[in-house]
Structure formats: structure tokens, C-alpha cells
């Protein structure tokens, strides 16, 4: 299985090459994994202590935030290596504070990671939830070195815990300790009998609730709401961005404002939105001006704002599970005690489960049901407000998987 893993890994940094000459975000990762090592050597010497945060992209970045956050605190005198997979966590968190370097992680391959843990040597490593990569850990396993998984998911259907997947069930026991979001990932654990887990629940809880301690106003927003009633649309891909406009412009909308963030800022998909909307539009990159208290819908083709956005919103709409690229993250509204509308394949969003059957959030299988439930949730003030308050309570009874971690760590 080992052997197969490699061959298979080594036509994949192949395949990604051949696909960069064709695809931008591709082409990202590929010129930047050139330059990790690079990067490595300017930033870490042979007698710096380091840790190592790892993750797949943004979201997981996000989730593992606060953790993070502290263990800087703590060990001030280690440089911080951060890393991604993905372009699209890379490019935004280029320049995180909590790390010395940030770096795309070289493709795993045995002399990949060989090399990448000769640099860093770090003395503790975080993984985030999954982008668990069998060469890297393996390597870990190897060296002794200490590392541990927080936030982690299983599924039932994944190699860990299939005939043909040794490699990545070795893989696991690299990690001392794994904390995952459900009794269920426990479960699967120790099915292959891996015990030294701890179910502490999911860290976005507490990452969405140090959101309540900041500042959320935007001036912008505030002009365009205009003490009405304001939908917030996040994450959008156009199948959510087909629903919304559908709704928009029809009678149902009037007096009601709309903000749709979408999760693709290109020109492209930004300009499709525009077109098809009767009425007033405004783009966030063009809001300077007197239009913004006039217009019916803001579209905002800029990222790193969505969070603060969300305070605004009396109904949220969160994007990706209309379509089959994944429900984005559903806590941000959701902490601001707003109910929220989904799609219909949320089947690996334990929390978006959780949320419906609370009352606080509503999943819809087409343009009927959605304007049914938005309609509403816009006159039902009552049912609206009720739903909201399931949701603000859904993420206070769940936080504190940051403080179980940390209490592992000593910290």
C-alpha cells in the first residue's frame, strides 16, 4: 500500500504541474511550493525552537485560530511556521500575526517531507481538523516528534478505516493526542483502536464567539441598511446567487435590503449578479458616493469582511450547499442570534444538522421552498426572532473546545 501511495503521490505533484499551465489557482501553488523551502531557511535557524500550525486553507485557519493565538502568546521565544495547502488560505494569510513564516506545504512526498522536517524541527505541531498527509506523519512517527490533531471529523467511508487504507490509519498513530468535534469520530478512533482521543467539540465555536469582542461596525453598511430589514447572503455560488435574484426581484422583496458577499469576487461572476437584478445595485468596490442609502442590493466583491457583515443581518443566508462544493461556515451568522437558510446538502455539517433541528436554521431543496421560508421569516417578525435565539444559544453551549485543548498542552 506504501508503494502505491507514493506512485500515486508522485504523479499527482506531476498532474498539478501539467494542470497550472491551465488553471491560475493551480499555477499559485505549484510556483509557490518552489519557494518553500527558500522561505524556510531565511526565516528559521539551525539553533531556533519552532512550532508548526498546519492547514488545508482558510476555513480550517480560521477554526484553529484561537488556539493558536494562544500557544503565540505562550511561547514567545519559538518562531511560528504556518503552512497551507491551498492557494486561497495562503494568498489571504500571507501575512498572519501569529506566524515568523508562512509557507505552502510541499506536495507529501517522502523526500519532501524528509526535508521539510529537517528545517523546522518543530517541537510541537497542530494539525487542523484534516489535510493529514501519511509521508509527513510517518516522518513524525519516525523522529519522535510530538504533534496533535484538533477539530477532527471522521466519516465511516474514509480510508482510515477501510481494508485499503493502512497507510493512512499508520498515519494516525503519529499524533499523541486527537481531538474531535462528535462522539461519533471517537467512535470510528477507536474502532482501529486508536484511544488517546478526546471529543472537545468544534474550535469554531469559540473563534466565531471572540467575534462578539470586537468592534462589527461598518459605517458602509450602516448607510446602506437604513433601518431596514437586511438579508445577508455569504459564501454565494452562482446556483445561491440564482435563488436570491430570482426572490429579489420579485414583489416579495419590497422594502427589504440584500448584501451578497460571494464566495468568487471575479469580474465574471460579480457581473452576473449585476445584470440580473432589476433595480439598484451597488458593488462595495464602487461605494463611495450617495447611492448606497438608495440601492436594494450591495454586493460586496471584496473578502475579509463577511464576519463583521453578518452583525447587520436580521435573516442570513449561507452558500455552498445548493450545489455540491460544501456548506461554508454557518456559525459567523449564526453567533449574531440570526436564522439562517441553507441548501440541502449539509450531510457532512454536523453543526447545520444540529441548527435545524433546533429551529434556528432552514434548508431548502429549491426556488419554491426558498421563497416560502424567506418570505416568512421577513413577516414573521416573532418566528424570526425565536429561530435567531436558537442559534445564539446553539454556539454559547458550545464553546470551550480551545480550553480542553490547551489544558492538554499544559498551557
Known amino acids: ?4 501511495y507514493n506512485i500515486a503521490i508522485n504523479f499527482i505533484q506531476f498532474a498539478l504541474k501539467c494542470c497550472a499551465l491551465f488553471n491560475e489557482k493551480l499555477k499559485k501553488g505549484v510556483v509557490g511550493r518552489k519557494n518553500t523551502f527558500t522561505l524556510l531557511r531565511q526565516n528559521l535557524s539551525e539553533n531556533d525552537k519552532s512550532i508548526w500550525f498546519h492547514c488545508a486553507s482558510l476555513g480550517e485557519y480560521e477554526q484553529g485560530l484561537p488556539v493558536f493565538k494562544e500557544l503565540r502568546n505562550h511561547y514567545k521565544d519559538h518562531k511560528i511556521v504556518l503552512s497551507f495547502f491551498s492557494p486561497s488560505g ?38 487542523v481538523k484534516y489535510d493529514l498527509w501519511p509521508n509527513y506523519l510517518l516522518e513524525f512517527k519516525k523522529r519522535n ?25 499508520s498515519a494516525l498513530f503519529a499524533f499523541e493526542h486527537i481531538f474531535t468535534q462528535d462522539e461519533n469520530s471517537k467512535k470510528l478512533l477507536e474502532s482501529i483502536n486508536y484511544y488517546k482521543v478526546t471529543v472537545s467539540g468544534d474550535t469554531r465555536f469559540d473563534r466565531v464567539s471572540d467575534q462578539l469582542e470586537i468592534d462589527n461596525s461598518l ?6 441598511k437604513n433601518n431596514k430589514l437586511c438579508i445577508v447572503a455569504g459564501s454565494t455560488w452562482p446556483e445561491d446567487d440564482a435563488l ?4 429579489i426581484n420579485s414583489e416579495a422583496s419590497a422594502n427589504v435590503k440584500f448584501i451578497i458577499a460571494p464566495h468568487n469576487i471575479k469580474s465574471s461572476q460579480i457581473k452576473n449578479i449585476q445584470d440580473n437584478i ?27 469582511i463577511l464576519s463583521k457583515i453578518y452583525s447587520y443581518s436580521d435573516i442570513a443566508y449561507v452558500g455552498g450547499a445548493v450545489g455540491n462544493t460544501g456548506l461554508h461556515n454557518s456559525l459567523e451568522p449564526a453567533v449574531f442570534g440570526v436564522p439562517i437558510i441553507i441548501g440541502n446538502n449539509y450531510e457532512k455539517f454536523p453543526e447545520a444538522k444540529i441548527m435545524i433541528e433546533n429551529g434556528g436554521m432552514f434548508s431548502i431543496n429549491n426556488q419554491q421552498e426558498f421563497n416560502i421560508i424567506l418570505k416568512e421569516l421577513i413577516e414573521n417578525k416573532e418566528k424570526r426572532l425565536n429561530a435567531g435565539s436558537e442559534n445564539r444559544l446553539f454556539i454559547k453551549k458550545n464553546k470551550g473546545s480551545v480550553i480542553q485543548i490547551l489544558k492538554y498542552l499544559r498551557i
Open 278 to 304: 432589476v433595480g439598484e445595485t451597488v458593488l462595495f468596490s464602487k461605494k463611495e458616493g450617495n447611492q448606497l442609502p438608495l440601492a436594494r442590493v450591495f454586493i460586496i466583491d471584496a473578502i475579509g
Open 90 to 127: 495562503y494568498i489571504i494569510r500571507e501575512n498572519s500575526p501569529i506566524a515568523d513564516v508562512v509557507v505552502y506545504l510541499p506536495i507529501d512526498t517522502k523526500l519532501n517531507a524528509g526535508k521539510f522536517l529537517d528545517i523546522v524541527n518543530p517541537e510541537l505541531t497542530i494539525f
Open 244 to 247: 436570491l435574484i430570482n426572490f
Open 145 to 169: 516528534l510530538k504533534a496533535i490533531l484538533i477539530s477532527a471529523l471522521f466519516r465511516k467511508n474514509q480510508p482510515y478505516f477501510k481494508f485499503y487504507g493502512s497507510i493512512f490509519k
Open 1 to 4: 500500500m506504501n508503494l502505491i
Open 219 to 224: 459605517d458602509y453598511i450602516e448607510k446602506f
